[in-house]
Structure formats: C-alpha cells, structure tokens
C-alpha cells in the first residue's frame, strides 16, 4: 500500500496565534423541551404567571425517584414546579451525575385557559 504524496504547501504547521481562541465560559446548548409533569406538583398557572422569558430555573437530580432513576427536578425558587421529561433526562442525568454544570432558563411560557406550559432551555456551562 503506497501513501498519497501531499504537496508541502498542505503539510504547513498552522500558527496557534491565528486560530480563533476558545472560551472556555460558553454554553453549550443541550436541549429545548418544557416543564413535565407541573399539574401534579403546583398550579401551573400561577407559576407560569411568575415567570419571565429567560428567567433561571434550577435542575436537581433526584436519583432515587421510585418512577424514575434518571429523574430531574426543576426547581424555582426553592420549589419543586415539575421535571425534565423522561424522554429527555437521561444524558442530562448522566451529566449532572458526572459533575457537570448544568444551567437551565425559561424560553418561554404559554398560557391557556386552564393550564400553562413552561419552555425552558438547558445548556452546559463547563465544556
């Protein structure tokens, strides 16, 4: 088997001054989905009420959910409103449970006659 000759123009060793430099600080976005399960936990319209685009929530693992292992808790302020969908949670879970920071933030909130529907989003901060 014979190797490909590549002119020395390809070889070139790139100088690390003129590649763009990484921040560190970023989020990586990991998911959109909405608030599971909040008509068991709160009065989802009255959270929904309190609630502002971009407003952060927090994400609380709770390994041992008897329903499910992989379960997140989300969180505001200092009240459990409802969970990650399980469709959803099990890379996040693995995640957190690895020591990952996990950020999450409203992206919006939908109200309806009865009931209200909370779109967060969930990044990672320390990549």
Do not use: W
């Amino acid at each position: 088997m014979t190797l490909p000759v590549l002119p020395n123009k390809e070889l070139e060793i790139i100088d690390p001054q003129k590649l763009a430099e990484i921040d560190l600080t970023d989020e990586v976005h990991l998911l959109d989905t909405a608030v599971a399960g909040m008509c068991f936990r709160c009065d989802p319209l009255m959270v929904a009420s309190s609630l502002n685009k971009g407003d952060e929530l927090r994400l609380v693992r709770e390994p041992d959910n008897k329903f499910d292992s992989m379960a997140i808790k989300v969180m505001l302020d200092g009240v459990h409103i409802g969970y990650l969908p399980r469709k959803d949670n099990k890379v996040i879970s693995n995640l957190m449970d690895a020591g990952r920071h996990i950020t999450c933030e409203v992206s919006d909130v939908k109200t309806y006659v009865d009931d209200a529907e909370i779109l967060i989003k969930v990044s990672m901060r320390d990549v």
